[in-house]
T-cell receptor, first 114, second 112 residues
Framework: KAGVTQTPRYLIKTRGQQVTLSCSPI?????VSWYQQTPGQGLQFLFE???????NKGNFPGRFSGRQFSNSRSEMNVSTLELGDSALYLC?????????????FGPGTRLTVL | AQSVSQHNHHVILSEAASLELGCNYS??????LFWYVQYPGQHLQLLLK??????LVKGIKGFEAEFIKSKFSFNLRKPSVQWSDTAEYFC??????????FGSGTQLTVLP
């Protein structure tokens, strides 16, 4: 099975712009979660989507949003970019709806905000 | 709120040495526990996981971890490390929701 794919792999934006990141889960997986990884804050949960509905949200400002499509693919959007948004954004997918299942991660999108 | 502590930020070992990385968590309910590894330039990969049952779990590449409920710990072990084990290791916990809470990570450097 193909793993989680994320596009693009690298992005450079300037402050104030917006960005959209894309994630395709493992075939058959219906849950997609997003995480932000930075050297200072580590890995932090952004949000989770299941069956096109946001099920859980982390402690991030409203500039961070997402959605999931009927084919389980997900997008994440960050509006009005700030320098502190520079990070590796990771997408993870899992198969079942429930706590006891495993998340599999994609390679990430490296976002640099200038 | 759940939290995870990894007390060792950077561990340096010689090849063939034994490894133990500490992980302690704080959570009020039933937990699911994970160790992920991030090799240089690669994405996060699952090493092993614990949901229930035998508290000693075995993962890939010779790694194992023991869940000690009374100590809220899930330490990672390997009897003999190799140079190729150089990577960053993350302990993570989830509860009733699928959200993973990660520790700050431990950078392992194995000297040849």
């Amino acid at each position: 099975k193909a793993g989680v794919t994320q596009t693009p792999r690298y992005l450079i934006k300037t402050r104030g712009q917006q960005v959209t990141l894309s994630c395709s889960p493992i075939s058959g997986h219906r849950s997609v979660s997003w995480y932000q990884q930075t050297p200072g804050q580590g890995l932090q949960f952004l949000f989770e989507y299941f069956s096109e509905t946001q099920r859980n949200k982390g402690n991030f400002p409203g500039r961070f949003s997402g959605r999931q499509f009927s084919n389980s693919r997900s997008e994440m959007n960050v509006s009005t970019l700030e320098l502190g948004d520079s990070a590796l954004y990771l997408c993870a997918s899992s198969a079942v709806a429930g706590g006891a299942d495993t998340q599999y991660f994609g390679p990430g999108t490296r976002l640099t905000v200038l | 709120a759940q939290s995870v502590s990894q007390h060792n930020h950077h561990v340096i070992l010689s090849e063939a040495a034994s490894l133990e990385l500490g992980c302690n968590y704080s959570y009020g309910g039933t937990v699911n526990l994970f160790w992920y590894v991030q090799y240089p330039g690669q994405h996060l990969q699952l090493l092993l996981k614990y949901f229930s049952g035998d508290p000693l779990v075995k993962g890939i590449k010779g790694f194992e971890a023991e869940f000690i409920k009374s100590k809220f710990s899930f330490n990672l072990r390997k009897p003999s490390v190799q140079w190729s084990d150089t990577a960053e290791y993350f302990c993570a916990v989830s509860g009733s929701a699928r959200q993973l809470t990660f520790g700050s990570g431990t950078q392992l450097t194995v000297l040849p």
